[in-house]
């Protein structure tokens, strides 16, 4: 029997299949370090002849979910994040997901890409200017302050990836140095703690409209978490620097991937345009 048949995709190889798993394995890993592992494994799963999107997006969720999982309890073990700042930041951004998902509905994604672009330049240039952004842990409020603010970032980032999605772990990193004031370390060990919630609450919108692939998903959550796994251990032990040099080269692919979908939304637009303009 053929691995498409098997695995619910008529008309997926085995060659389309390592190249889905390399795939999953290298999100794995960047979405442990720095976040933003689905500029590799969703672009990878809509490649697969036959495969609708909600297909795609949902079982893209399964294997992330159990990637961000296993990069969370190592983080948890040996960076020891505060989890008093962690847990009810997570609690409120799967909140915000859920909303994020009810605008997406009324709202195209289009709407908002080119507001993300430049706030994704303004990051780069930012973090790529202040070289010792992130060095050390200086908490810029304390108490109740500190917890408003993680609420509120964690309530309007869960809404982003509820709605749009791609850079979710990124755009968590860079709130947690530059607003709340953490290392990069200590960034990334709760990002991931938050990014397991706003996947979890997508994963429990798409389950009841059957649009899991189990078995395919069940592969790629392997190779997803193999890849957490090396990426936080290489993350902790290689320290903020490290992890400042990855979180540039992803905002800057974030930055091409979303300049791309802008530039051809709007070629597609104008092109319709003049369609409906000459056949009046």
Avoid at 179 to 198: E, R
Avoid at 228 to 253: D, E, H, K, P, Q
């Amino acid at each position: 029997m053929e691995i498409g048949t098997i695995l619910g995709l008529e008309q997926l190889t085995w060659g389309m299949l390592a190249f889905v798993v390399i795939a999953a394995f290298a999100a794995g890993w960047v979405d442990a370090v720095v976040g933003g592992g689905g500029l590799l494994q969703l672009p990878a799963l809509l490649l697969i002849p036959g495969i609708a999107p909600v297909q795609a997006l949902a079982t893209n969720k399964l294997a992330s979910v159990f990637g961000t999982a296993t990069s969370s309890v190592t983080y948890y073990r040996r960076a020891k994040p505060d989890i008093r700042t962690a847990i009810p930041m997570a609690l409120i951004a799967l909140v915000g997901s859920f909303a994020g998902a009810g605008v997406a509905i009324i709202l195209p994604a289009s709407a908002f890409k080119p507001i993300i672009v430049v706030a994704l330049i303004a990051v780069a240039l930012f973090t790529a200017f202040k070289p010792q952004l992130g060095a050390s842990t200086m908490l810029r409020f304390h108490g109740k302050r500190h917890h408003i603010t993680a609420g509120a970032t964690g309530l309007v980032i869960g809404f982003y990836d509820g709605m749009i999605g791609p850079g979710t772990g990124t755009f968590l990193v860079i709130a947690l140095v530059a607003l709340l004031g953490y290392d990069f370390l200590q960034a990334s060990a709760k990002a991931k703690i938050v990014n397991l919630a706003t996947n979890a609450g997508a994963l429990l919108l798409f389950i009841p409209h059957g649009a899991v692939l189990w078995l395919l998903g069940a592969i790629l959550a392997a190779a997803n978490v193999a890849g957490s796994y090396l990426g936080s251990r290489m993350a902790i032990s290689r320290g903020t620097n490290f992890i400042r040099v990855v979180f540039l080269t992803v905002v800057a692919c974030l930055i091409v991937k979303l300049g791309i979908d802008v530039w051809n939304e709007n070629i597609s637009v104008a092109l319709d345009r003049v369609s409906a303009a000459g056949g009046t």
